[in-house]
């Protein structure tokens, strides 16, 4: 697979990517592994091979004679020219023992999907505590390159990330549109998570790792998110397009990740989208302000040192950020105290998480003014209040609903009693 992707490079390149792709990783926690693979996925493999040209310059990045090249692993471009293979029953010889998986999914010769499979009547919580817990402590080498893990006994299925425990693994209800029909059940999960186009869609582009005192967490998106996220996407490029600046407003009811979406929707885009982008990611709280730039820190979106430099302390310190070439501007909406220009470029897309509420029109009217031929998109945890004509204005109708009685139903949320 490593040749047919890279035709141009030679041999030893496809040698030392392999050698790279498959050295041990047994000394390293097996989040960190899988980590460190998942990069090697995404953006390809540095090697050095010799350069075989001769140059009159000397190379800035090779010495003597060497130059770097990165081998693809993947072509996300284009799915399909990628090479798919589901094996049933594979042995594998761990350190100790044998174990035997019902189904491991490949991509380009690289185990990215784990099945484990009960039949009907046997819970398939068991599929995960009896046999991929023992897997990741048996085999571990299997899951340095995992990308989802799916348990499954026909009639309830979920999936997962290496990390997550039972709790963590969700359904897949919906495949490929928000307004299908709701349905548990192992055909929705696969066409839903295993689809080409869409496997890769879920691992070039759903998948996080976040850092947190109890250690490295992988966080792969739910049904709502891969959704949501995608049709918000659309939206906001539909609006750019069209010139009105109305990306949207992406209501996903609160616990439900919106944090984690926003991350997911900026990352799609930087990776995808060709530009100079610059989110600016606005809230109306100090608390709100800092929970969301230490979730984008925690990801790995932006560094620690970018989180202090990009982090709007006044009305002037904003219109310094928005003046330079920063992926990302975290500010309160208070700091758009005037409707003066700030930036005029058309790569600058507002991520505003609850601010949009009517007592803040006059700020929002003003973040709109200081940034004319931007895309606006609003993240809340809440229905629009009926009359809310001004949130339509700057920001549009909605492009992602997940209400609060879907989330119950899904487990994401505790249900909700009143008590008169």
Partial sequence: ALEKLNPTLPPEAITSAIDELTRDRSAMSPAAANREVHELLK??????VADTEPSPQPSPKGRGGQRIERVRVIDWENPLANDFL????MSIQGPLYLRRPDLIGFVNGLPLVVVELKKPGVPAQQAFTDNLTCYKADIPALFWGNALMIASNGTDSRVGSLT?????????????REDEPRRV???VMIRGTCDKTRLLDLVENFIL????KAGLVKI???????LGVNNAIAASLKARTEGHGRGGVFWQTQGSGKSFSMVFYSQKILRTVPGDWTFVIVTDRVELDEQIATTFKACGAVSEAEGEICHASSGEHLRELLRGNHR???TLVHKFQTDEVLTDRRDVIVLTDEAHRSQYDTLALNMRAALPNATFVAFTGTPLIAGEERTREVFGDYVSIYDFQQSVEDGATVPLFYEN
């Avoid at 997550?164 to 490929?176: M, S």
């Avoid at 790792?209 to 947190?212: C, K, Q, T, Y």
């Avoid at 792969?220 to 891969?226: A, D, E, K, Y």
Wanted: proline share 0%; aromatic share 20%; hydrophobic share 45%.
């Fill in 43 to 48: 953006n390809g493999i540095r090697v050095v």
């Fill in 86 to 89: 589901l094996v049933s029953q």
């Fill in 164 to 176: 997550a425990d039972w709790e963590r693994f969700f359904e897949w209800k919906r495949i490929a």
């Fill in 185 to 187: 059940s192992l055909e």
């Fill in 209 to 212: 790792f976040s850092e947190h």
């Fill in 220 to 226: 792969v998106g739910q049904n709502h998110q891969f």
């Fill in 328 to 330: 990302y501007v975290f």
